[in-house]
C-alpha cells in the first residue's frame, strides 16, 4: 500500500482524492490553514480557533472514496436550510443537537451522545444571536470538538475521523489559527486577507500575482503541524495540486519547515498542473506556474529543484479554447534540474476543466513505484 501525501486546496483534488483511495492507496491529505471567508469566517472570529471548513469537506471527500455512507457522514455532510429566518434556521439546527433527527435515533447512544455533546458545546460556545443559515452540520461538530478538546485541531479530528469511520488522514499544514494570506501584486499593490485575494476583479487578475506571504496576526510565522511532518517523512509520494494556486497550493511552501521536510523525504515529489486557467493565472503558462512555485519554495527556505516530476495536461488544441469563461493552462514546461515532464491526457472526459482522478492517480502510483516511463 503506497503512502501517498496530497497538499491541496478544496474541490480541485477531490476526484484524485477518491480515486486514490479506491486504488487502495494510504492518503493524508494537507489542507489551507487560512481560510478566511463564509461561514467558517464567522466561526473563526468568534471562537478565534484554527477555520475547519477545507479539513471537513477534505474528510467527506475521503469517506466518499472509502465508502464510508454510514448514518455520521450522512448527518456530517448535512447544512441547516439557507431560505429560513433566523429563528427557524436555529430550530433546524436543534432538530439536530436534541437528538430528534432519525439517523441520529438510531445510532447507538455512545456515538450519538458524542455527536450531541460536540453540537451542544458549539452552540453554547457560539452563543444565541450565532446564524446557522446554510451552515454545515459537520463545521459545527468538528468545531464543537475542537473546543470541547482546549482548541486542539489534531485531536478535533481524530475522534472526527472515528466517529465517521474514516482511515485515511486530513491534517492541516499548521495548528495556528491565527494565519493572514497576503499577496503582492505584479504592480506593487497587496490584497489580504485569503478570501479578498480569491475574489479579486478582473482588472487585478490582469495585472497579476507576484507573490503571497503567510503570518500569524502579530506577523509570526507559521509552524508546521506536527502530523504533516510525520506524514512526509513517512511518505512513498509527495503531491502538491491541483488547485488554485496562490491562494491554495503555494501559501503551503511558506509554512515554516515543510518546505525542508519535503526536501529531506526520500519519496518522488510531484507537482500537479491546473488543467484550466483561473483568475490567479491569468495568461500564465504551466512553465510561469512551475517558476511561481520555484519562488515559494525558495520562500520557505528551499531549492528551485523541488519537485521532481510535472503531471502536465496535454492541450489538444492548437489555438486558445475555454471552459467557461477560463482558457486552459498552456504547457510548454521545460525538463530541467532533473525535473521529468509527464504529458498525458489528465482531464476528465464528462467534466471539462476537472481532472480524470483515475488517469491522474494511476500515474501518481507509477510514479511512486518507480515506474515513470509511461506515467
Same mark, same amino acid.
Given at each position: 500500500?503506497?503512502?501517498?501525501?496530497?497538499?491541496?486546496?478544496?474541490?480541485?483534488?477531490?476526484?484524485?482524492?477518491?480515486?486514490?483511495?479506491?486504488?487502495?492507496?494510504?492518503?493524508?491529505?494537507?489542507?489551507?490553514?487560512?481560510?478566511?471567508?463564509?461561514?467558517?469566517?464567522?466561526?473563526?472570529?468568534?471562537?478565534?480557533?484554527?477555520?475547519?471548513?477545507?479539513?471537513?469537506?477534505?474528510?467527506?471527500?475521503?469517506?466518499?472514496?472509502?465508502?464510508?455512507?454510514?448514518?455520521?457522514?450522512?448527518?456530517?455532510?448535512?447544512?441547516?436550510?439557507?431560505?429560513?429566518?433566523?429563528?427557524?434556521?436555529?430550530?433546524?439546527?436543534?432538530?439536530?443537537?436534541?437528538?430528534?433527527?432519525?439517523?441520529?435515533?438510531?445510532?447507538?447512544?455512545?456515538?450519538?451522545?458524542?455527536?450531541?455533546?460536540?453540537?451542544?458545546?458549539?452552540?453554547?460556545?457560539?452563543?444565541?444571536?450565532?446564524?446557522?443559515?446554510?451552515?454545515?452540520?459537520?463545521?459545527?461538530?468538528?468545531?464543537?470538538?475542537?473546543?470541547?478538546?482546549?482548541?486542539?485541531?489534531?485531536?478535533?479530528?481524530?475522534?472526527?475521523?472515528?466517529?465517521?469511520?474514516?482511515?485515511?488522514?486530513?491534517?492541516?499544514?499548521?495548528?495556528?489559527?491565527?494565519?493572514?494570506?497576503?499577496?503582492?501584486?505584479?504592480?506593487?499593490?497587496?490584497?489580504?486577507?485569503?478570501?479578498?485575494?480569491?475574489?479579486?476583479?478582473?482588472?487585478?487578475?490582469?495585472?497579476?500575482?507576484?507573490?503571497?506571504?503567510?503570518?500569524?496576526?502579530?506577523?509570526?510565522?507559521?509552524?508546521?503541524?506536527?502530523? &504533516? $511532518?510525520? @506524514?512526509?517523512?513517512?511518505?512513498?509520494?509527495?503531491?502538491? %495540486?491541483?488547485?488554485? /494556486?496562490? =491562494?491554495?497550493? +503555494?501559501?503551503?511552501?511558506?509554512?515554516?519547515?515543510?518546505?525542508?521536510?519535503?526536501?529531506?523525504?526520500?519519496?518522488?515529489?510531484?507537482?500537479?498542473?491546473?488543467?484550466?486557467?483561473?483568475?490567479?493565472?491569468?495568461?500564465?503558462?504551466?512553465?510561469? &506556474? $512551475?517558476? @511561481?512555485?520555484?519562488?515559494?519554495?525558495?520562500?520557505?527556505? %528551499?531549492?528551485?529543484? /523541488?519537485? =521532481?516530476?510535472? +503531471?502536465?495536461?496535454?492541450?489538444?488544441?492548437?489555438?486558445?479554447?475555454?471552459?467557461?469563461?477560463?482558457?486552459?493552462?498552456?504547457?510548454?514546461?521545460?525538463?530541467?534540474?532533473?525535473?521529468?515532464?509527464?504529458?498525458?491526457?489528465?482531464?476528465?472526459?464528462?467534466?471539462?476543466?476537472?481532472?480524470?482522478?483515475?488517469?491522474?492517480?494511476?500515474?501518481?502510483?507509477?510514479?511512486?513505484?518507480?515506474?515513470?516511463?509511461?506515467?
Amino acid at each position: 500500500m503506497k503512502r501517498i501525501v496530497l497538499f491541496s486546496g478544496g474541490s480541485a483534488c477531490r476526484s484524485i482524492n477518491v480515486a486514490l483511495c479506491q486504488r487502495g492507496a494510504d492518503v493524508t491529505r494537507v489542507v489551507p490553514a487560512w481560510d478566511s471567508g463564509g461561514s467558517s469566517k464567522v466561526i473563526r472570529e468568534r471562537l478565534s480557533i484554527l477555520s475547519v471548513g477545507d479539513i471537513r469537506q477534505a474528510l467527506m471527500t475521503m469517506a466518499h472514496g472509502e465508502g464510508c455512507a454510514g448514518d455520521v457522514v450522512k448527518i456530517c455532510n448535512a447544512r441547516v436550510s439557507a431560505n429560513l429566518g433566523f429563528d427557524d434556521a436555529r430550530k433546524e439546527f436543534l432538530f439536530y443537537a436534541e437528538g430528534r433527527h432519525p439517523l441520529l435515533e438510531r445510532m447507538e447512544p455512545g456515538l450519538r451522545g458524542a455527536i450531541l455533546n460536540y453540537l451542544n458545546t458549539f452552540a453554547t460556545s457560539v452563543g444565541r444571536d450565532f446564524d446557522f443559515r446554510h451552515g454545515s452540520v459537520g463545521n459545527f461538530i468538528l468545531t464543537g470538538a475542537c473546543v470541547a478538546h482546549n482548541g486542539d485541531v489534531n485531536t478535533a479530528i481524530f475522534v472526527f475521523r472515528k466517529l465517521c469511520g474514516i482511515v485515511g488522514n486530513v491534517w492541516p499544514s499548521s495548528c495556528d489559527n491565527d494565519l493572514v494570506l497576503s499577496a503582492t501584486l505584479r504592480d506593487g499593490r497587496r490584497l489580504a486577507p485569503q478570501d479578498v485575494i480569491t475574489s479579486m476583479g478582473a482588472g487585478d487578475a490582469k495585472v497579476g500575482i507576484a507573490e503571497v506571504e503567510l503570518a500569524g496576526a502579530d506577523q509570526a510565522l507559521p509552524v508546521a503541524n506536527s502530523a &504533516v $511532518l510525520d @506524514a512526509v517523512a513517512r511518505a512513498d509520494l509527495i503531491a502538491i %495540486g491541483p488547485g488554485s /494556486l496562490y =491562494t491554495s497550493i +503555494l501559501p503551503h511552501l511558506l509554512v515554516t519547515g515543510l518546505v525542508s521536510a519535503i526536501e529531506k523525504a526520500n519519496c518522488p515529489k510531484v507537482f500537479i498542473g491546473n488543467i484550466l486557467q483561473c483568475r490567479e493565472t491569468m495568461g500564465l503558462t504551466l512553465e510561469d &506556474v $512551475l517558476a @511561481a512555485a520555484d519562488l515559494h519554495a525558495r520562500k520557505g527556505g %528551499g531549492t528551485s529543484n /523541488l519537485f =521532481t516530476f510535472v +503531471l502536465a495536461n496535454r492541450m489538444l488544441f492548437p489555438f486558445e479554447k475555454t471552459v467557461g469563461t477560463f482558457p486552459y493552462l498552456r504547457e510548454k514546461p521545460q525538463e530541467k534540474n532533473g525535473r521529468h515532464i509527464i504529458k498525458g491526457e489528465f482531464e476528465d472526459a464528462w467534466s471539462r476543466g476537472q481532472h480524470d482522478g483515475d488517469a491522474t492517480a494511476a500515474a501518481l502510483l507509477k510514479i511512486a513505484s518507480g515506474d515513470a516511463s509511461d506515467a
